[in-house]
């Protein structure tokens, strides 16, 4: 269980950076889902 924790974890830092770089950049989720084709928001 601990392990899932850490990967949870990994996965919020994760988000939280590309929310930033989303930000800085002024893009909305959807720009970037067209762009890459990833659902940032799941």
Same mark, same amino acid.
């Given at each position: 269980m601990g392990e899932q924790i850490r990967n949870i974890e990994l996965l919020e830092k994760i988000a939280? #950076?590309? #929310?930033?770089?989303? +930000?800085? #950049?002024?893009?909305?989720?959807?720009?970037?889902? +067209?762009?890459l084709g990833i659902h940032i928001a799941r």
């Amino acid at each position: 269980m601990g392990e899932q924790i850490r990967n949870i974890e990994l996965l919020e830092k994760i988000a939280l #950076k590309i #929310k930033a770089l989303r +930000n800085e #950049k002024g893009l909305t989720q959807e720009e970037v889902y +067209n762009d890459l084709g990833i659902h940032i928001a799941r």
